[in-house]
């Protein structure tokens, strides 16, 4: 992909400061002696370093500090955002690395609670077997592949990052299992998918996903149009729009880029399967391993019982109190 286009692209719908922030990130990952990597391969990792480093080493003086101020290295990550966005929408398949960093996420800047935690008050969304039914229904096109995703996402609980990485070679479609690699335990671990899922996994590997003019050199299960491997971005877009298609969506908040949060992403339905898989018995050890967790207090987030479920437990457990007779 060409920088220079997206740089020009961005100037003119955001302005030279925000091309400025684009060129000066780009300068810092080549002239740096430790990562020295292209721009549009820079990772969440890279984003955080160069901020901090506007944070230690600008040229703002406050308080006998040096450093830029946190508007500055505010504006900075949200003109990174708008650039892969702008990026993205030239059909490059970029993901953007900025999604999940805030400024609030370096240490000596005021701390404060995330827009979106405070717009779901902590807790997980978890969708309903309606909400389901129309988020698949409902799907944009190409409609069996996303299908297939949002089902896949549902059955496995995997990671959008997760479900991105699935190659072919780690599916044994006789058994329905697939090897997974998570990036956030730098381990491999085994899902399954349900036998309800067989028919639109075979029609994808054998007939639909052969239409893509990559996937003969793909070894991804989900290649995208252009690229060999299809990007997070655009998973949480089928999500996102299926849910807005099925009329089923909300906005939550907005992001410090200003891009709205929605209700219904990639991780609600990642929620919604541990949810169900918890309320279903499973244990919360068996769990964490499957859910890809490092630590089970992850898993027990998942675990959150209404007043009436706890006293319902109450009731099945009546040999605890044998006692009295």
């Not at 902590?122 to 409609?143: F, Q, S």
């Not at 971005?233 to 906005?251: C, G, M, P, S, W």
Request: hydrophobic fraction near 35%; proline fraction near 2%.
């Amino acid at each position: 992909m060409e920088i220079d286009g997206v740089l020009l692209e961005l100037e003119r719908s955001r302005g030279r400061r925000y091309a400025k922030h684009a060129e000066d990130f780009r300068a810092w990952l080549t002239e740096h002696d430790t990562y020295d990597v292209d721009v549009f391969e820079a990772s969440e990792g890279h984003i955080r370093a160069y901020l901090r480093q506007l944070r230690d080493n600008g040229a703002y003086l406050q308080d006998g500090d040096r450093g830029y101020a946190p508007t500055t290295i505010h504006l900075a990550l949200v003109a990174l955002s708008k650039f892969y966005q702008t990026a993205s929408d030239f059909g490059g398949g970029v993901e953007n690395p900025t999604e999940d960093v805030t400024v609030t996420d370096l240490d000596g800047i005021r701390k404060v609670q995330s827009r979106k935690s405070k717009a779901i008050r902590g807790k997980h969304v978890i969708l309903d077997d309606e909400e389901i039914r129309d988020l698949c229904e409902n799907v944009p096109a190409p409609a069996l592949r996303n299908e297939l995703i949002i089902k896949l996402m549902l059955q496995t609980a995997c990671r959008r990052g997760e479900i991105r990485h699935i190659r072919l070679q780690d599916i044994d479609r006789d058994t329905r299992k697939i090897r997974i690699y998570g990036e956030k335990t730098d381990d491999y671990r085994t899902v399954r998918y349900q036998n309800s899922l067989k028919p639109l996994m075979s029609q994808w590997i054998d007939v639909d996903r052969g239409a893509y003019a990559v996937a003969e050199k793909s070894d991804y299960l989900f290649p995208s149009r252009q690229t060999e491997q299809i990007s997070s971005d655009r998973l949480n877009y089928i999500v996102t729009q299926a849910a807005k298609n099925a009329d089923i969506q909300e906005v939550i908040d907005h992001n410090a880029a200003g891009q709205p949060m929605h209700r219904i992403t990639c991780h609600a339905l990642r929620s919604t399967a541990l949810t169900r898989l918890l309320n279903e018995g499973m244990s919360t050890r068996h769990l964490q391993q499957y859910a890809g967790h490092s630590q089970v207090s992850q898993t027990e987030e998942y675990l959150n019982p209404t007043d009436e479920e706890v006293l319902d437990a109450v009731d099945q457990s009546q040999a605890a109190f044998d006692f009295e007779e």
